[in-house]
């Protein structure tokens, strides 16, 4: 007789099921653990923690990363900027004469629309993983800061 026990739980989900989560979350990399958890319960009808979902999701490689924010740059707005670049390549002398400045806006709300996404080391800048945002007004802090070559 073996009395030793074992050092984890026994496994509650087939290898199928877990192809199935890495599956849902690798089409669609928003998708959350509970989504996945009620797909799964649908489909076996068995129900899976989220913990185990995430769990699952680790160790085939995903984490749970903040999504890239970027705003939805239209072709004219690469054109003016490539545009730009073109214009100040050759300048030498007259980068001591520009600032260069930043604004970040704080938000004050419990709830800043950062949703997380399930990705693969390297895949930050994939389209899938990065959420487009439009500026609107917010209730929040501004904060503003500037930076020049030399101090005027």
Avoid: Y
């Amino acid at each position: 007789m073996d009395r030793r026990g074992r050092s984890h739980p026994p496994q509650c989900t087939t290898s199928r099921e877990d192809r199935q989560m890495v599956r849902m979350e690798v089409t669609d990399c928003s998708v959350t653990s509970r989504t996945v958890a009620q797909h799964i319960e649908s489909v076996t009808h068995h129900s899976v923690s989220t913990c185990t979902i995430r769990r699952c999701l680790q160790k085939n490689g995903l984490s749970a990363r903040r999504s890239w924010l970027g705003l939805p740059l239209t072709q004219n707005h690469r054109r003016l900027h490539r545009q730009w670049c073109d214009e100040r390549r050759t300048w030498a002398a007259k980068w001591n004469e520009i600032v260069f400045t930043d604004e970040s806006c704080i938000c004050l709300q419990h709830h800043d629309g950062r949703i997380r996404v399930w990705r693969h080391r390297g895949e930050r800048m994939l389209n899938s993983c990065v959420m487009h945002r439009h500026t609107s007004p917010l209730p929040g802090i501004m904060q503003w800061g500037d930076i020049t070559l030399a101090h005027l």
